[in-house]
């Protein structure tokens, strides 16, 4: 089965073509952390609390492909909207882009995340992002968004070694 997909709109010819390819090791279950990714809508029930980037609210629109979750932290003016492109659980994959009002200098942002089983107590978090940044908000863009995707390995780490029983 191909993942379900609803497009995203291309990025525009403006800006600076960028990305970043990371993964993180979890020590936590496959399955435990796919559970918390596949809620889109709940990010904020595994979300650090403490972190640069903190979760105040998140308001949700629809469900499934083409949801989109307005995530509300403290301290940024608009929210940052995430919308689920595609979504394939027997690939233990994920696509997302930010639309509407973006920080850090974005003009067009898209991720593709996927967890790679390690066992059965950790899995491997791969995730590739795709974006066009305003000329000049290079660095920015990227501290930021390495520091959201530090923040969202820790999140899910920690939230799934909960649910699966083995303490936070």
Not at 67 to 80: E, L, S, Y
Request: proline residues 6%; hydrophobic residues 40%.
């Amino acid at each position: 089965m191909s993942l379900q997909e609803k497009g995203a709109a291309p990025p525009s010819a403006d800006g600076v073509s960028d990305g970043i390819d990371t993964s993180y090791l979890l020590s936590a279950p496959a399955e435990a952390v796919w559970e918390l990714v596949a809620d889109f809508g709940a990010i904020d029930a595994w979300w650090p609390a403490d972190g640069p980037v903190a979760i105040e609210r998140v308001e949700n629109e629809g469900t499934g492909i083409g949801a989109v979750r307005h995530i509300w932290n403290r301290g940024f003016a608009h929210p940052i909207s995430e919308r689920l492109e595609a979504l394939a659980p027997e690939r233990l994959a994920w696509r997302l882009s930010i639309v509407g009002e973006r920080p850090a200098g974005l003009l067009w942002y898209e991720a593709e995340g996927r967890l790679v089983p390690l066992g059965t107590d950790a899995c491997r978090l791969e995730y590739r992002a795709r974006y066009r940044v305003a000329p000049g908000r290079e660095a920015e863009a990227r501290a930021f968004l390495s520091g959201c995707y530090d923040l969202m390995a820790r999140g899910l780490s920690e939230a799934a070694r909960r649910r699966a029983g083995g303490g936070g």
